[in-house]
Structure formats: C-alpha cells, structure tokens
C-alpha cells in the first residue's frame, strides 16, 4: 500500500524487534509522547474485560518483558511514559469498579 501513496514511507523494524514493540516505537515516533500514552495506554482496554483477555493480556506482557530485549531496552528509554500508562490503566479499572453493579452470586 504504501508503495501506491505518493509521499508515503515504512520504516521497517529493527531485525528481531517484536510487532508490539515496533507499534509503539512508531506510535511514539510519529505522533509524540501523549499519542503514545493514548494509543497504547488506553485505546487498547477493551470494552468488556473477560478471564481470556486477562490470560492473553498476561502472556503478552510476561513474554515482552522475559523474552523480548528490543522491549526491554525501549521501555528503558521510555520508563516514564510507561509507568504513566498504567496508572492511567489502573485509574480507569478503579472507576470502572466503582461504578459497577455488584456481583451476584451464580447458581
């Protein structure tokens, strides 16, 4: 697609780099500190959080921490924007919680 736009480049990732970690370099690079933070601190909570998201979303963030080092070393770059990403996180799961009806029993 990009060959057909005129104007339009891709820089393509690093060899090794992991597709979450090359999406939110170019989130970062393309759009500044606050596109980062919105796109992947908050556009990516789903509506609707079940148990398989949590697993999913578990994985994932156990494996770019354990296995993947182009990760590791961005979020040394960018430790700040990270953290303030899941604060925001866990501010929005505090007010989700809040507002919820209460959990009733099943049976």
């Not at 060899?15 to 999406?23: E, H, N, R, S, V």
Request: charged share 15%.
């Amino acid at each position: 697609v990009s060959q057909a736009l005129p104007g339009w480049t891709v820089k393509l990732p690093a060899p090794g780099m992991d597709a979450i970690t090359w999406m939110g370099q170019t989130v970062y690079e393309s759009g500044g500190a606050l596109a980062f933070v919105l796109f992947t601190g908050v556009s990516i909570l789903p509506l609707k959080l079940t148990l398989g998201d949590c697993i999913t979303r578990g994985v994932a963030a156990f494996y770019l921490r354990a296995r993947s080092r182009s990760f590791r070393k961005w979020v040394d770059r960018i430790e700040s924007l990270h953290l303030l990403t899941w604060v925001l996180r866990a501010g929005l799961l505090a007010a989700a919680l809040r507002i919820a009806p209460p959990l009733t029993a099943l049976g």
